[in-house]
């Protein structure tokens, strides 16, 4: 397993963290043989929240690390709003370590974070006086944020020096908070990467991802795993692996993948924005055209388009497309025309859908 330094904190991180939140609730044999080999296998990182897996996310990776917290990163996780004080904080990081029969939080994550949440954490009698007592008091070790917020204001939150790392989603199809990324690199804050697989979209095959790895990948996930791993800035690709194949071939790809130079991963990262800029020529996502009075979802059908189109990703685009519900799909399209007079980008949609249809369909 390789280590990776977990921004400034002094903490040696392996390249694969098991994120928790995949796990079947129905199988705590699973999720303990998981986090067992997990560890057996050198993987140090546990990423869990209370209300992941139906609220059974904590008990679930509880059997796999039988009270051990110390010496490896287990984290916690809890929101916050404008009602969240200090003591009914910290009775939720006691309540997590209470299901995670641990005594200990390597690290604490202020969950579902944004910069407008940034006064209910600082303010006096508020989150952040719980997270730092309890870290005073030895019950947790450093505080990281997680969220969904736009990528400048996610680099306006770490520069405030208030937080250890920050995890944000990236992988090949989403590299909106590679500047976040960068930026944090700079700092000396760590970069947990969550959805180094797209929530398993990675995992169809794609010719076109695989190819854009220096020497070729294995598979599509195999790509999007070494994708995320060559970014110099982030510590650790957390993936939810809910079977133990699963954690097996990643393990595999992060024990075989040692780096690429500066710049392969330039020439990856521009083959990336080629192929977000083919897409965006023919469809922005910008969603002024919907609102069709039949439900077809414009700018869905056209997403899945372009994954075949433009990422080879064929097979998943039509399982997706079947699973949509029929009004949602292209072919219930009436060509009443009214959708196009809404776009900004003059597409002619009507026939667009028609080619969907029969690319999908
Ligand atoms: S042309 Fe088709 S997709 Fe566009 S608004 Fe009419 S029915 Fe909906
Ligand atoms: S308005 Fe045009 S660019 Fe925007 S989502 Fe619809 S089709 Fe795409």
Redesign the pocket.
Known sequence: MQYRDLGKTGLKVSALALGCMRFDPNNPELAEQIVDEAIAAGVNYFETARGYVAGKCQQLTAHGLKGRSRGLIVSGKAGINAETTAAGYRAEIDLQMQTLGVDYLEFYQVGWFSLAKMEFLTKKDGALEALDKARNEGIIGHIGFTGHDSPENFTKCIETGIFDSCTVPYNMLNRAYAPTIKRAGELGVGVIAMCPVAGGMLASPSPQLQQLIPGGAKTTADAALRFVLANQDVTTACSGMNTVEMLRENLETTNNFHGVNAEDFRRMDAILDEFHSLGER?????????ECQEGVD??GN?HLYNLAKVYGMTDWARAQYAAKEADKRADACIRCGK??L??????Q?ME?LAEVTKTLG
């Open positions: 023919f469809c922005t996502m910008c969603g002024y055209c919907n414009i700018p056209f959708c196009e809404k776009c900004p980008h003059k597409l949609i667009q």
